[in-house]
């Protein structure tokens, strides 16, 4: 972001501030400190350095509300360490989430920058299709890996059913690594917008819902423009989706399947993933109240699969259907100190990736937290393509 | 004639009261007694809890409370994290149903969605502190079997002793306690003190009520310490700004104003 952009933003959030004040609403946030270490390159800093994010909120009556959070994320190993460099080299400045909430009888609107995720299983939701994820900024806060995008979003409530409906103008993708020269992304007009609609419902203890989501495969479809040279495509995608959870006693079990319509529905082109069902069940348990543990298996299925085309593609062929699971457990260690394991395998592949931390909670608002990011796997395997970019991290974050 | 029966009825209904008063009442006659006397359909305050550990930690949570009776039996309650900044905004809503398994929904902002959770059973510690889920909730009068020991004094006052013991496995496995030890003041009918026992009947906690505050002419119990003597931690539960019956509609107590936490 240039420098010319952030002063109108700074002023944009002293006038925030000073509303808020006239409304007598909040101003909060969070500063932290933060080092993220990859210890497969001679202990190399990926990232280090401090964020400050700013929250206002407020309600004005009973119909309506707002919300903004705004990050200044100062990354030291991002600035150029040199006598020529400015000191602001390292900074960015964006805006996390900002919208407005309207209310009325029998609907909610919330319209602006914002997270709409849908699914009942953890980590892997084959439903939540609408905001991308930031592959190259994983950390324990979701807002730092899942990507907020430009959303109107209505909840329509009639009794015990709720229909929910979004529009999303412009297409955000994944953020990645990719092999490609160059990609094209769909153009921002209305005829590429991308909407989704979700009916949820429940009967006694069992929460269920369908979807539908017409938009873009946030991961791009690579294809070969004469060798080598290689561009990457986002193509349109139609999500139908279903999950449930329901609960018994210490026991929750659930389950969210998708089947994604691509741009090959007969399977004939080799660079192109071809229609494919992406299920989840899952099971969590609470043995006690210092235990949580979550269970889940993902199974993903490729129709009109033929061998001998799929294998045209350079990248090699995937197989028809493959099989991963993925866990997490919470432990409370002692009082203010918990430590939670994220991890994800694939049995076709052998690869694995986890998620580790502790964190102590210091003192109110206060959290120190330490992790792991670690990948493992063969070298052509997803996880084993990152098997390098392993990171132990620490965090310190006050809250205000 | 007519007017002779409902004199008859008026009669023996004066009766039958007076011989209740005039017998000693039993365990279970003070314990239903001191339930019902709780007057209100619904109820909100604002909730600090402060959580002290053996090795001289504090904690502070602030919690909007919101709690409902509705006309199915069922109590509903809705609880909003306002303090400390780094919990502010968890909503928590549990629905406690007469008959048939309890729901609970756990909003964390963090995360922006609501999530059905399972329950380790109204044994549960309520938001990690010595409080249960079971302490907070409505006690099911049938549950238990009452028995009167033999009455004390409690900081002077005449005080009724009650033993209780759970009926099933099923309420023993639930709420996790073999054994609660009541302490009732005789002349109001407030539950002062409890002393609870593990499964295994060891002594595990002992409640301390500091403070009552009067609402709708009901002592309603406003300052609870709660001591687990086994891991040596407190619990201080503080209602402030008691509001009663001011009609919280049942579909607040909902997913929907869960997430609607701003």
């Known amino acids: 972001m240039s420098y010319n952009k952030i002063f109108p933003l700074l002023l944009a959030i002293f006038i925030c501030a000073t509303i808020t004040n006239i409304h007598a609403q909040n101003l909060s946030g969070y500063v932290k400190s933060f080092g993220y270490v990859n210890p497969n390159d001679t202990a190399r800093f990926d990232r280090a350095g401090a964020r400050l994010q700013l929250q206002v909120d407020g309600r004005l009556g009973m119909d309506a509300a707002y919300f903004a959070a705004m990050d200044f994320n100062y990354d030291a190993a991002k600035s150029a360490h040199s006598p020529f460099a400015g000191r602001g080299g390292g900074l960015t400045i964006y805006p996390v989430e900002a919208y407005v909430d309207i209310f009325t009888d029998h609907a909610d609107f919330r319209l602006g920058q914002q ?118 495509e986002y193509l349109p995608i139609d999500v139908y989706g279903a999950d449930f959870i329901t609960t018994f006693g210490s026991w929750a079990f659930k389950g969210e399947s998708a089947y994604f319509r691509t741009e090959d529905p007969d399977g004939s082109d080799p660079f192109i993933d071809n229609p494919y069902l992406e299920s989840v069940v899952g099971v969590d348990y609470i043995p006690t109240d210092k235990i949580s543990l979550t269970g889940q298996l993902v199974h993903n299925f490729t129709f009109q699969y033929d061998k001998d085309v799929e294998q045209l593609n350079p990248q090699g062929a995937s197989p028809q259907q493959t099989f991963s699971t993925a ?41 120190l937290t330490f992790g792991g990011l670690l990948f493992q796997g063969p070298h052509n395997s997803p996880f084993g393509r990152t098997a390098k970019q392993d990171q132990i991290f620490a965090e310190v974050k006050v809250s205000f | 004639m007519r007017y002779l029966s409902y004199a008859s009825s008026v009669f023996i209904m004066l009766l039958i009261t007076s011989l209740g008063f005039a017998r000693a009442p039993t365990g279970y006659d003070i314990m239903e007694r001191m339930l019902n006397q709780s007057t209100w359909d619904d109820m909100q305050a604002t909730v600090t809890l402060t959580l002290k550990t053996s090795r001289g930690e504090t904690r502070v949570r602030t919690i909007d409370f919101y709690s409902k009776e509705s006309q199915d039996g069922d109590t509903r309650m809705l609880m909003r994290f306002t303090d400390p900044a780094d919990v502010e905004g968890t909503g928590f809503l549990m629905i406690e149903h007469d008959n048939g398994e309890d729901e609970r929904y756990l909003y964390l902002p963090a995360l922006r969605r609501v999530k059905r959770i399972a329950a380790s059973g109204s044994g549960g510690n309520f938001m990690s502190s010595d409080f249960t889920y079971y302490d907070i909730g409505s006690p099911e009068l049938e549950d238990w079997n009452y028995t009167r020991q033999a009455d004390t004094t409690f900081a002077g006052q005449k005080t009724f002793v009650i033993e209780c013991l759970p ?46 505050t009067e609402v709708n002419g009901v002592d ?19 209602f402030d700004d008691i509001q009663t019956d001011t009609g919280i509609p049942e579909d607040f107590f909902s997913q929907r104003y869960l997430q609607r936490m701003r």
């Open chain 1, 115 to 232: 997270f709409i995720f849908w699914g009942t299983a953890d980590w892997v939701n084959p439903t939540d299709n609408i905001n991308p994820w930031d592959y190259e900024n994983i950390s324990s806060e979701i807002e730092d890996y899942r990507i907020p995008v430009m959303a109107a979003r209505g909840n329509f409530y009639l009794g015990p059913v709720k229909l929910q409906a979004v529009g999303i103008p412009f297409f955000e993708p994944d953020k990645m690594p990719t092999p490609t020269d160059s990609l094209i992304t769909p153009e921002n007009r209305l005829s590429n917008a991308q909407f989704g609609l979700k009916l949820a419902s429940y009967v006694g203890t069992l929460d269920y819902s369908l979807s539908y989501f017409h938009g873009y495969d946030q991961s791009p479809t690579i294809r070969h423009a004469g060798q080598p040279v290689l561009y990457g």
């Open chain 1, 327 to 367: 866990v997490r457990t919470q432990w409370e260690v002692m009082k203010f100190v918990s430590y939670q394991v994220i991890g994800v395998y694939n049995f076709e592949d052998g690869d694995s990736f986890a998620l580790t931390f502790l964190n102590w909670d210091m003192a109110d608002g206060v959290g």
């Open chain 2, 167 to 212: 009926k099933t496995d099923q309420i023993r496995e639930d709420t996790g306690y073999g054994k609660i030890i009541r302490f009732i003041l005789q002349d109001k009918l407030n539950n002062v003190k409890s002393v609870y026992f593990d499964e295994s009947l060891q002594r595990k906690k002992v409640l301390d009520v500091k403070e009552y």
């Open chain 2, 220 to 238: 309603f119990e406003s300052n609870m310490v709660m001591h687990d003597v086994q891991i040596d931690h407190t619990s201080i539960m503080e």
